[in-house]
Structure formats: structure tokens, C-alpha cells
């Protein structure tokens, strides 16, 4: 399982665009890039998930280069509510892992008025 | 649809005890994974159960052990408690036995004291 690096914390005003990027030197042919986000005392969430290029949801973007090295969680006009930690995880979506999900230290943003 | 329920949301228990902490997976999913969340070790994967047979397990002592539920409801159960399992309890719940999205609950907060 490739390992991960994030920056453990950002800060950012409402209404701003924001990036986090994550490092995966080790990433594997078969390995996915998946970010969740998780609130305190709260189980994460699924924000999205993506192999190469580009991946655009209504809650996120997420660019990743096509040496698929690192990856890019691009969140647009952020909004005090989206103050929680973010990860990246990266792992193989087509070979049985036993639902194991690997999450580094993760990304605390703050997202300030 | 229902979203993953985990009962209960809090518990007290004293050092020695033995807890028992229960999850319904989202309708129709037959993958259920169990975390452990603390402060200094951060999300760390317990075990997954799918067609109720352990798949994969984390690098836990014996003390955590669970089993999974024809209807694919899942217990956790942790004997002889001592304080370092202080911790938040997440289950999620997957469709199948694969890295796809999975899906969290709120937890359970075990106080040990």
C-alpha cells in the first residue's frame, strides 16, 4: 500500500479556493487516489475518487499529474462548514484489500470568516 | 436510504471490563470494517466482515474480536478493557469486499476509566 503525505494543516478565508496536495512517490499501477473528510466526534466521508487526470464532482475537483506521483483535492469557494480534516488515501480498488482503508495523518483545514 | 447506525454513541466502562458495540451497515451492503480513532494513533483498521466471515484483520491484540450477522449487522467486542482503548469506534459499511466507497457511522466513544 502506497504511502501518503499531506501538509498537516492549512488555513483559509470563506469564499476562497482551496488546495491540498498529497504525495504518493509509491503509488502502484492499480492504486486508486481516494480523499475523505471527517468533522469532529463524526465517521469520515467519502468526498471523491480518481485513477488519472482530472475528476470533477459538485463537491470537488481532484487533479492528479500522469505520473500519478501526487494529487490535488481542489475544494471551490470554501465555506466555514468545510473547516475538518481531509485524507488521502491511495490504494488498489480492483485486487481484494478486505475493505482495509490505510489514512495517514490527514489535513486539518480551518477555514476562518 | 438509512445511512450506517452504530449503538451506542457513548459508554463508560472500567478497566477489566469487556464491551460489546454493535453496527447496521447501510440496506444491501454486505462489507462491514471496524476503526479505531485516537488522538495519537489517529484511524486505524480493526477488522472486515463480509458473508460474515473475517476478511482481513489489523494489527490489534486478541482482545478485539467481532463477528457479522446473516443480515450483515456486525458486533464488536473488546474484553479485559484497559484505559488505552479510550477511543472513538467507527464502523463503515461497503457494498462489496473491495477498496470502493465506503461508508462511515458516527462512532461510538468508549471512555475507559
Redesign the interface.
Same mark, same amino acid.
Given at each position: 500500500l502506497a504511502k501518503t503525505t499531506q501538509p498537516i494543516s492549512m488555513d483559509s478565508y470563506e469564499g476562497q479556493e482551496v488546495n491540498i496536495t498529497c504525495s504518493h512517490n509509491n503509488i502502484a499501477t492499480n492504486d486508486?487516489i481516494?480523499w475523505y473528510q471527517q468533522f469532529p466526534? #463524526?465517521?469520515?466521508?467519502?468526498i471523491i #475518487?480518481g485513477y488519472k487526470t482530472k475528476v470533477t464532482n459538485e463537491v470537488a475537483s481532484l487533479f492528479i499529474p500522469a505520473d500519478r506521483k501526487s494529487s490535488t483535492l481542489s475544494l471551490p469557494r470554501v465555506s466555514l462548514s468545510d473547516t475538518a480534516v481531509y485524507?488521502c488515501l491511495v490504494?488498489?480498488?480492483?485486487r481484494? #484489500?478486505?475493505?482495509?482503508?490505510?489514512?495517514? #495523518?490527514?489535513t486539518e483545514l480551518s477555514v476562518k470568516p | 436510504k438509512a445511512g450506517v447506525t452504530q449503538t451506542p454513541r457513548y459508554l463508560i466502562k472500567t478497566r477489566g471490563q469487556q464491551v460489546t458495540l454493535s453496527c447496521s451497515p447501510i440496506s444491501g451492503h454486505r462489507s462491514v470494517s471496524w476503526y479505531q480513532q485516537t488522538p495519537g494513533q489517529g484511524l486505524q483498521f480493526l477488522f472486515e466482515y463480509f458473508s460474515e466471515t473475517q476478511r482481513n484483520k489489523g494489527n490489534f491484540p486478541g482482545r478485539f474480536s467481532g463477528r457479522q450477522f446473516s443480515n450483515s449487522r456486525s458486533e464488536m467486542n473488546v474484553s479485559t478493557l484497559e484505559l488505552g482503548d479510550s477511543a472513538l469506534y467507527l464502523c463503515a459499511s461497503s457494498l462489496e469486499h473491495m477498496n470502493t466507497e465506503a461508508f462511515f457511522g458516527q462512532g461510538t466513544r468508549l471512555t475507559v476509566v
Open positions: 486508486y481516494t466526534s #463524526q465517521g469520515p466521508r467519502f #475518487q485524507y490504494g488498489d480498488m480492483l481484494n #484489500q478486505g475493505g482495509k482503508l490505510i489514512f495517514g #495523518q490527514g | -
